[in-house]
């Protein structure tokens, strides 16, 4: 009733000179965006709501309370201080940015100074963690006064490094939270490590069912390049930055400053989405007092907006939610979440069922193919899941290759586990997984989980797994999700860019482009010149778009550029330049000639390709790929491969490293490096079909000494389950499956003499004459001798020969 009186309710007039910026609020199609690209609590305020009362806790690094944005709502009696063990939340010399613009986005009042907050009348309190952050106070930040607060904001993650760490399930971070009472609301953001494969479930706490996880999306509705991904993301918030570029911070919303008690600064926007949707919390609260944290789930993912809808994440599942394990339900519609809020009542209390497999196991490497585990829930008592848990038993020496899904019974499929950087650790270790994926569906029936390893030896090995769902029984959750923007369409902008593309041979005007071949690429913009713009290639239906360059630079100094060769022929693409500060957008619509597409290969280094080390030690190696992509996604982390050295002697990978597709024409190795028998192995972090079993293409090679004489040929015994590449030799027929043990042969710490070229063994033509005549004739003895003795052999007990498991024959 109170939504229907809104056509009599007057508008809310925000007069703060910085909200026209506060794009996560209110996007006015700024910064080449896309209008209404908000979480839409305008029109909440004009309601009224503005979160009244509602306490929210944020645990970062402080925040500057002095701020005359934060005087109304701060409570400093229910903040405190992990290093001074007080209430003041500021440390002397320290700085306090990240709790600052979080809770100024969560509560900033509207007092026409700077900025206003989602929940301006919230009461907010400051924790500051970061000056002293152990294990112990955080469990204890989880805990510190939950009899007051209503929504506890953890607005920091743990970044990794070069890679990072999967955390084993952590009881004590469970027993704090589920202590907590079910009224209070627990948010997070999903990180910021997307350029190494960052997973939101690699956090024993992002792991809690009671944890809102918050991805951030930007102003044009796309993922911000740096969020992770992850199947326990609830939803997510614009917050600012590229979808293509993980360096690039524009735009992003303005915050309360630290130092300017009236100012506003420019803050990286990382990690900030989590920040709105603690304030939407906040408006729901006010509206519903009474609901639980399940409610809240309830309500935030049934009235999300699908954004970025041609994403190949997406998948709509049994019970009718779309979900996608990078933008969670969708991007929060604050309006329609209080709309449908009344309709929501008090859920029943959960029913929980648990079922296990036991059966041990190894994952296949090397193009082994996949394993597949099954467990059943006959009880017909769960007919709309809230969440499952998956947890795993696993000895596994290189988990950053393994990629896993679950399959529900209506055949909803999520992709839990995908292709990282991970610290790796050996032995047997149990790997828990929170998936949201099957929201709303029936639990009943056969659950599959499949493994597929792209790592080259070591198989994985399966011990055990866990499936627990927790749902409802007679009651239907019900998705009044929307479909948002395509956000690659063309954007409004202030200053048009003309893009020139002509032959680099003739200098004419073309409008096909041949794959692989540089082109003249020249940018002009009348109204802005020497203006730097990134340069991305899209398909010609907008549904996503990836870098042509690596980073942004000035539109006038481009003068070249190539397009690699994973599309089909005769594709129809956009190139396209733009900068979101200055407003400039340019595209142009080519096609793309490539007539070898149909193939997934290495085509540099070529098969045994011999590549020799330099006088220094250093090693640079020729390399191409052609790939049957459909389309990339957008997003850093999604052009980036694994490219690993196995050395099949040794049976150790020698060399691994992490690339960026776009711009691999060489790998270089800085060290002496000796693999007489290699195999050289290539792995795409995102593919068009995210279930192929055979994305790791390969390529057998030798890294010598300059003089050192390249081996023979060798046949390699890779499984017949994924396609053998040609030109590599194989037994007849292939075995199912490859056994990576030691194989006889040379030694490999030993070099064989090293021979000039052209001084091989010369042959001698009469001794070959003489050779072949004794062949035949040694061949019809044979057969005269096998045809007298049939009988007899035909009696005979079948001649064994002890099976040889390497990899090399």
């Known amino acids: 009733m109170f939504f229907f009186l809104s056509f009599f309710i007057h508008s809310y007039d925000v007069k703060d000179p910085y909200f026209k910026d506060q794009f996560p609020i209110e996007n006015n199609g700024r910064w080449v965006g896309i209008s209404n690209e908000d979480i839409e609590v305008k029109e909440c305020w004009d309601n009224d709501v503005f979160g009244t009362d509602i306490p929210v806790a944020v645990i970062d690094d402080g925040c500057n309370y002095n701020h005359l944005d934060l005087n109304r709502s701060y409570v400093k009696e229910k903040s405190f201080n992990y290093k001074t063990w007080t209430n003041d939340a500021i440390n002397e010399n320290e700085t306090y940015k990240s709790g600052t613009i979080n809770a100024g986005n969560i509560a ?21 963690i970061k000056a002293n952050y152990t294990y112990d106070n955080l469990i204890d930040s989880l805990s510190r006064y939950n009899d007051y607060y209503r929504i506890k904001l953890i607005g920091f993650t743990n970044e990794c ?30 990180g910021s490590n997307a350029i190494i494969g960052g997973d939101t479930n690699n956090d024993a706490l992002s792991r809690s069912p009671r944890v809102v996880i918050v991805s951030d999306s930007n102003h044009r509705g796309a993922r911000s390049a740096w969020s992770n991904r992850g199947t326990n993301i609830l939803c997510t918030a614009p917050s600012g930055g590229s979808s293509s570029y993980d360096n690039i911070r524009v735009p992003s919303s303005p915050g309360l400053s630290t130092v300017d008690n009236e ?25 519903k007092p009474s609901f639980t944290w399940r409610e809240v789930q309830y309500a935030i993912a049934s009235s999300c907006t699908k954004i970025d809808p041609n994403h190949p994440s997406w998948v709509i599942n049994g019970g009718k939610f779309f979900y996608s394990h990078i933008y969670g339900f969708g991007r929060l519609n604050s309006n329609l979440m209080l709309q449908i809020s009344d309709s929501i009542g008090t859920l029943p209390d959960p029913v929980q069922i648990s079922v296990e497999n036991t059966d041990e196991e190894d994952i296949p490497v090397l193009r082994g193919g996949s394993i597949e585990k099954e467990v059943e ?84 090995h399966f011990y055990k797994l866990n499936l627990f769902v927790s749902g409802l029984e007679n009651y239907n959750l019900q998705s009044y999700q929307r479909v948002g923007s395509d956000p690659y369409v063309k954007p409004y902008t202030r ?89 400039v957008y340019g595209s142009k619509e080519v096609t793309i000639e490539n007539v070898n597409r149909y193939v997934n290969e290495i085509l540099d280094p070529q098969t045994y390709e011999v590549v020799r080390i330099s006088e220094s030690g250093q090693i640079e190696i020729d390399f191409s790929v052609r790939m049957s992509l459909l389309y990339w996604i957008d997003g850093s982390y999604a052009q980036r491969a694994r490219l690993s050295l196995y050395d099949m002697d040794a049976e150790e990978v020698v060399f691994s490293e992490y690339y960026d597709i776009i711009n691999m024409t060489k790998i270089k190795i800085p060290y002496r490096l000796r693999c007489y028998r290699c195999l050289l192995s290539f792995v795409p972090i995102w593919y068009s079909n995210m279930t192929d079993e055979c ?48 194989s006889p042969g040379p030694d490999p710490t030993k070099t064989p003499t090293a021979t000039l070229p052209g001084e091989g063994a010369k042959q001698n033509k009469k001794a070959v004459i003489v050779g072949m005549t004794f062949t035949v004739v040694f061949a019809v003895f044979l057969g005269v001798f096998l045809w007298i003795n049939r009988r007899k052999i035909g009696n005979s007990p079948p001649i064994t020969k002890e099976s040889d498991f390497s990899l090399i024959e």
């Open 377 to 460: 829930i006959s009880e017909d008592k769960i007919n709309s899941i809230e969440y499952v848990t998956l947890s795993i038993d696993l000895d596994v020496s290189d988990f950053s290759a393994l990629r896993i899904w679950v399959y529900s019974p209506q055949n909803t499929f999520s992709y839990i586990k995908s292709p990282s950087h991970v610290k790796e650790s050996k032995g047997r270790k149990t790997y828990e997984f929170l998936i949201r994926t099957f929201y709303g569906e029936s639990a009943k029936g056969k659950w599959r989980i499949k493994f597929v390893s792209d790592s080259l030896t070591n198989p994985p």
């Open 161 to 190: 490094d070069t890679a990072c760490n999967f955390e084993e399930p952590r009881q004590e971070i469970t027993d704090a939270i589920n202590k907590a009472p079910s009224s209070l609301i627990y948010v997070k953001p999903a």
């Open 695 to 742: 994305l790791n293409m390969i390529q057998p090679i030798s890294i010598l000494e300059p003089l050192e004489q390249p081996p023979e040929p060798w046949i390699i015994k890779i499984s017949k389950k994924c396609p053998i590449p040609k030109n590599i030799k194989t037994p007849t027929p292939p075995p199912a499956t490859p056994f990576p043990t030691k």
């Open 495 to 583: 200053y048009e860019a003309k893009l020139n593309i002509t032959s680099s041979s003739t200098g004419k005007q073309i409008s096909k482009i041949a794959c692989g071949i540089p082109f003249n690429f020249n940018v002009t913009i009348p109204s802005k010149p020497n203006t730097t713009v990134t340069v991305t290639l899209g398909d010609s239906l907008k549904t996503s778009r990836w870098p042509l360059l690596d980073r942004p630079v000035p539109a006038d100094s481009i003068d070249k550029i190539t397009i690699p060769c994973h599309f089909k022929n005769f594709s129809r693409m956009n190139i396209s330049v733009e900068n979101f500060e200055e407003n």
């Open 108 to 128: 900033a009042d509207g007092n026409n100074i700077s900025i206003i907050g989602v929940a301006k009348d919230a009461k907010v309190g400051c924790f500051n």
């Open 263 to 287: 100012g506003v600064e420019i803050p990286d926007p990382r990690n900030k989405g989590a920040s709105y949707i603690s304030g939407a919390i906040a408006l729901l609260l006010q509206q």
